[in-house]
């Protein structure tokens, strides 16, 4: 439990504005974080918060420095197959599929991988109770509420029993209340479910839920 | 495979209006190679049975000049196949064709050319000016059909076809007993020219029979034929026209067996034009294999088109859906399951295209059926009851060309598709 799970070895990713101009996003971060734990990056727009999950979440692997999870550099991984089983990633604009179902669109991650249906569904019951959308699976996301829909991107997420839950502003799009119930299901997820969780936000008063906070500034943790 | 199949048809399904309108392009390209296949190919099955009806693989066509191949104009000879000299059929050589071992008869032909055709009391002359003849009875298989008392043709009387019957309005009862004038002309026809024998000529036939023959209009017997050749030649007699002009063709018959070898010795040994059944339906076939070609290569131009239709609404799908596809790629998918999903819609695309277009095609066929069969069997096609019918290996290859199209023109999209960057594309507006 006290290992370190995640560590991030002087983190750099610089953007090409233009001909001549580079941008650095991240200038160097580095961090450690223990297996099941519940920390939060907070940083101010600009501070490279989301560069930062672009790159944990296996979106973006034009980085130098390293990331080693369980002692594994990441870059070892196939990219789709860190990103469907290693991660999961919480949206701040939630990314459902319009179209698809509650249920479809929790079970979609399953669409690119060889897991038998009925497999899944005693995961997917659970994680629907887990959620409390039990009464809403065939509902369409145009039905949902903000909180709702924010449940079905985490229960999509954790679809697959990932190591890591990565939530990119997760509260971002929702009022105060129904922000603070998500921070708890991720709270109480991350306890029951024994999964790191690492939350992006640029709000200190969503960071407090979490026992850490690592700080971004200008590209760098402080 | 199957999950990314089922997600790729609800992707198909969301856009069900823009699907059928593309598939619309595959289904234009479908209809056509439907009519150019099936149409073909019925077409060829309905000239091959007309000809193995009314030829029997015994029969040989023989003549002195190469007017085998329509003068040339179906099939125009080489410098080096046109070695072979004309010759006269003269009564001579039709006796040393009899005397070949396996010959069981030869009939001569004879033809005259550039006489204005009236049917007595009707002032409008038949439109084609020929009149054919010999000495086969109403009852050979090469009239397929006969009607009348008189078997065989006396001086001056004479068969006609369904044809003349029906273009001249009457009846296969009515026609017989009455009289056809066959008048010299001072402008010839398209295949004689006139000449000064031919002022001031008239004939009269009766007609004793109706026979059904699609080209050969009206026939005499060659005694008559003679009679009027000697007169407009200006030769002295018949053996006079035979020894210097010949017969227009001699018809054959031989022993089963022995057709190709006797076929072998006239063309080579005697140095005469022949032409078997054999030959005749190699013709139809390179004709219509020919022509087939031809049909798919304009065929193909509204494929190309309807390809290019699937790419344009492919692009704009996968533009329309470029966030969705940094969705399923951020919660795992890879870029070749992005690569298959693409393909996997544009292939149903074409896959729609290709069984709507049968489907279209194959009521029209039907619908259209008994007008094709009333066209052809007023062209004197006896053997059809359908024109159209349904080809199971056609259906399959058009569908799976139709497929096949679709996938390819969904390559480019799809590929731009997986090659989509995930950070990018959810941040697609």
Request: proline share 2%.
């Amino acid at each position: 439990m006290d290992m370190e799970y995640i560590e991030v070895k002087d983190l750099k990713r610089k953007y090409k504005m233009g001909k001549d101009i580079v941008v650095g996003a991240l200038q160097g971060v580095s961090f450690t974080l223990k297996e099941g734990s519940f920390t939060s990056i907070v940083g101010s727009s600009g501070s490279g918060k989301s560069t930062l999950l672009n790159i944990l979440g296996g979106l973006d692997w034009e980085y130098t420095g390293g990331i080693y999870i369980e002692g594994k550099n990441i870059k070892e991984y196939e990219p789709n197959y860190y990103r469907r089983y290693i991660v999961g990633t919480v949206f701040q604009q939630f990314y459902l599929i319009p179209s698809l179902t509650v249920e479809e669109n929790i079970l979609l991650p399953i669409k690119f991988q060889g897991k038998r249906e009925r497999d899944i569904n005693e995961r997917l019951e659970y994680l629907l109770k887990k959620v409390g959308l039990e009464d809403r699976r065939k509902h369409l996301p145009k039905e949902l509420s903000g909180g709702q829909a924010q449940r079905v991107a985490i229960a999509r997420a954790l679809i697959d029993s990932p190591k890591i839950v990565l939530a990119d502003e997760p509260t971002g799009n929702l009022d105060s209340k129904t922000g603070e119930s998500i921070l708890n299901l991720l709270e109480e997820l991350n306890e029951s479910e024994d999964i790191t969780i690492l939350l992006v936000t640029h709000d200190m008063q969503v960071a407090k839920y979490t026992p850490e906070v690592i700080t971004l500034v200008d590209g760098k943790n402080v | 495979m199957v999950r990314m199949f089922e997600y790729a048809i609800s992707l198909v399904l969301r856009r069900k209006f823009r699907t059928v309108l593309t598939s619309l392009g595959i289904m234009i390209a479908v209809m056509l190679m439907t009519f150019i296949l099936f149409g073909m190919t019925d077409l060829k099955t309905v000239l091959l049975s007309e000809i193995t009806t009314r030829f029997n693989p015994q029969d040989l066509y023989i003549s002195g000049q190469d007017n085998m191949s329509f003068g040339g104009m179906a099939m125009a000879p080489s410098k080096d196949e046109k070695k072979k000299e004309s010759k006269i059929l003269t009564e001579d050589i039709k006796q040393e064709i009899e005397e070949i071992e396996g010959v069981t008869s030869v009939e001569p032909l004879l033809f005259i050319d550039g006489l204005e055709i009236y049917l007595e009391n009707d002032p409008v002359a038949y439109p084609i000016k020929m009149i054919a003849a010999s000495d086969l009875k109403g009852s050979h298989h090469i009239f397929k059909e006969f009607y009348g008392e008189k078997e065989e043709l006396g001086m001056y009387e004479m068969y006609v076809s369904k044809y003349v019957v029906s273009f001249f309005e009457s009846t296969q009862e009515d026609i017989i007993g009455k009289k056809v004038l066959a008048k010299s002309s001072s402008t010839g026809s398209f295949f004689a020219s006139s000449s000064k024998s031919m002022i001031d000529k008239e004939y009269e036939f009766t007609i004793v029979g109706v026979v059904d023959t699609a080209n050969d209009a009206f026939w005499i017997s060659n005694d008559t034929a003679l009679e009027i050749l000697v007169d407009l030649g200006g030769f002295e007699n018949s053996s006079d026209y035979l020894s210097n002009i010949g017969y227009f063709q001699l018809y054959m018959t031989t022993q089963e067996g022995k057709t190709k070898e006797i076929e072998k010795y006239i063309d080579e040994e005697m140095g005469l034009f022949v032409i078997s059944s054999d030959a005749i339906l190699s013709l139809v076939d390179t004709f219509t294999a020919g022509l087939t070609v031809a049909l798919i290569i304009f065929g193909s131009i509204s494929a190309l088109v309807a390809a290019i239709g699937i790419i344009n609404t492919m692009i704009m799908s996968i533009y329309e859906q470029t966030k969705e596809i940094g969705i399923i790629k951020a919660i795992g998918a890879s870029n070749t399951q992005v690569l298959v999903i693409y393909l996997i819609q544009s292939m149903l695309i074409g896959l729609l295209g290709g069984v709507l277009g049968l489907i279209v095609s194959f009521s029209i066929m039907k619908l259209s059926d008994p007008i094709v069969v009333d066209m052809l069997s007023s062209e004197g096609f006896v053997q059809i009851e359908e024109f159209f019918h349904f080809q199971p290996l056609n259906a399959t290859i058009i569908t799976l060309c139709s497929i096949l199209i679709g996938t390819l023109a969904g390559i480019y999209p799809s590929m731009k598709a997986a090659r989509l960057d995930p950070v990018k594309a959810l941040r697609h507006e």
